[in-house]
């Protein structure tokens, strides 16, 4: 009943799907989640706690809460490391890291998904690297959130989940793009000022992971090498 309640808030009506974080929690169906709450009560004061109930209490956190903000994400952390001792399986422990991040800062929650990153079942599970990826991109790893993106879609999913993983990467790839731009700016406008004194700080940005910064410093760095003479760079 509890996770029910939200089905009409997880597609818009282009069919687009809509995340938790994004619903309008308008659409959510109060008379079943009231129930849902009434029944999860219920069940945990016959004492008797087992991974159904826990599972109906980490779908109670958030059907309670008014906003993903106010969500208790510690309290929702909680119940999946009390859930790993009736499933101590890779998925859960994913589920734990993201809500680990939200209470901690996605530092924390990065440190449990990439120990996990060896299990090889988990790499061929899509919601991993969207999980790393949605960390990544609130740590500020843009680039890598971008990649982590591109792993998931290299794998099956539904056709309105890999639409929305398409969008939030494009998204990222046009912040990378802005960000890249100014970092040009800044670059051009040092070398004008210096000249081939700027060459040894331009070093690193010439060996980025990122193919367009790459391609910009690079191009930078042979106008230096033309201009003076100098081949070290």
């Known amino acids: 009943l509890l996770t029910d309640a939200r ?6 009506d282009s069919g687009e799907l809509v995340v938790l974080a994004d619903q309008d929690r308008s659409k959510w169906n109060r008379a079943q989640i009231a129930e849902g709450e ?12 087992g991974p159904y109930q826990l599972h109906a209490a980490i779908a109670a956190g958030h059907s309670c809460a008014d906003s993903a903000e106010t969500t208790d994400w510690r309290q929702i952390a909680a119940l999946y490391g009390a859930l790993l001792r009736y499933e101590p399986t890779a998925v859960t422990e994913a589920n734990r890291a993201v809500a680990v991040a939200m ?14 990153g060896a299990d090889p079942q988990l790499t061929r599970w899509p919601q991993f690297h969207i999980a790393r990826a949605e960390l990544l991109a609130l740590a500020g790893r843009r680039t890598e959130a971008a ?3 591109g792993a998931a879609l290299s794998l099956a999913m539904p056709a309105p989940e890999r639409a929305h993983i398409e969008r939030r990467r494009a998204a990222l790839l046009n912040l990378l793009g802005d960000e890249n731009a100014q970092i040009y ?49």
Request: a negative charge.
């Open 38 to 49: 009434r029944l999860l009560e219920q069940a945990l004061l016959a004492g008797r706690p």
């Open 147 to 149: 990649e982590a993106y």
């Open 185 to 233: 700016q800044a670059v051009r406008e040092q070398i004008l000022a210096e000249g081939n004194a700027a060459g040894e700080w331009l070093r690193p940005y010439a060996l980025s992971d990122d193919p367009l910064l790459r391609r910009r410093v690079q191009e930078i760095l042979w106008h230096v090498d033309k201009q003076t003479g100098d081949n070290r760079f």
């Open 103 to 116: 209470a901690e800062g996605p530092g924390r929650g990065l440190a449990v998904l990439d120990a996990l």
């Open 7 to 12: 089905r009409d808030a997880r597609v818009a």
